[in-house]
C-alpha cells in the first residue's frame, strides 16, 4: 500500500513540475510574443502586468501578482478538495510563476494566428498534464474541478465563458485585436482538456448477456458503480435473456467492454454517450 502511495505522489509532482515548466515556457515563448492573454489566473496575472506597465509605468513580477490572485483559489482547494491536491497545485503556481520571472522572452514565431492556436495546444496540454497526475495549476482550476465535482458536468465551457468576460476588459484596454486572438487560444486551450481529460465523461452501457450475474461482478470490480438487471426475451431465438444497464467513465468503459467480453463472449454491448446524470454516483477521488 505504502508503495502504491508513492507512485502515485511520485507521479502527482511529477506531472506538477513538468506542467508548471510548460506553462512558463509557453508564456514566454508564445504569450509574451503574441501580447495574449491565456485563460485562468495567468491570463489575469499578465493583464495586471501590462495595466501597471501601461499606465503606472511600474514592472511588478508575475509571481507577486499570481500568487497574491490564487489566495482566495487555493483557499477553496484547501476547504473543498484536498490537501494533497491543493499542495500539488500550489506546487505549480509557485514553481511557473517563478520560472516565467526568469526564463528570458524566447519567441518562436510572431504570426499572431500560429501562437493563439499552437499557444492554446500546449496551455491545454499543460492543464491536462496537472489533471492527469491529480493536480491543477490553480486559479479558475480549483474553481472548476469543485463545481464538477459537485454537480458531475463538465463546465470547461463556462470557464471559457469567464475568461471571456475578462478579455472584454483587455479589449477595451488594449485592443481587440489581441483580445480576438487570446479568445482563440482560450477556446483551442479548453477544447485540448477536453479531449485529453475524459474524467467527467460519462458512458451508457446496455449489456445483453446469458451470465448476468458474471457481467455484474466486473462492473462493480472495475468501476464500484451498481447495475440494473432487466429481463427480457431474444426476438430472433425466443431465448430468456437479461440486460444489464449501467453508466460508467469513459475510461471505465473501455476496459470493461473488453473484460465482459473476457466472461461472456457472445454479449452483445452498445455504448452510449451521456451529457447529464442526476442522482447517487460513485466518483472516485485521490484528493
Known sequence: MKNTNMKLEMKRYGCAAFAAVIFALNIKTFVRAGGLFPGGFSG?????QNIFRTFAGVEIPYTLINILLNLFPVYIGFRFIGKKFTISSCCVIF???ILTDIIPVQPITYDTLLISIFGGLINGLAVSLCLIGNTSSGGTDFIAIYFSEKSGRDIWNYILGVNACILL??????????????????????????????????????????KPDVVYREIAQLTHHSATQFEGTG???????????????????????RKVKEADPMAFVNIIKTDYINGRFYHKTDY
Do not use: N, P
Request: contains cysteine.
Open 44 to 48: 489575469l496575472t499578465l493583464l495586471f
Open 95 to 97: 514553481l511557473s510563476s
Open 169 to 210: 476588459i483587455a479589449g477595451l484596454l488594449f485592443g481587440w485585436e489581441r483580445a480576438l486572438y487570446s479568445i482563440i487560444f482560450q477556446f483551442t486551450s479548453t477544447q485540448a482538456v477536453q479531449i485529453l481529460h475524459q474524467r467527467y465523461k460519462k458512458h451508457t452501457l446496455f449489456i445483453i448477456t446469458q
Open 235 to 257: 426476438c430472433y431465438t425466443d431465448e430468456k435473456t437479461s440486460m444489464i444497464y449501467s453508466v460508467v467513465s469513459r475510461e471505465e468503459a473501455k476496459i470493461l467492454v
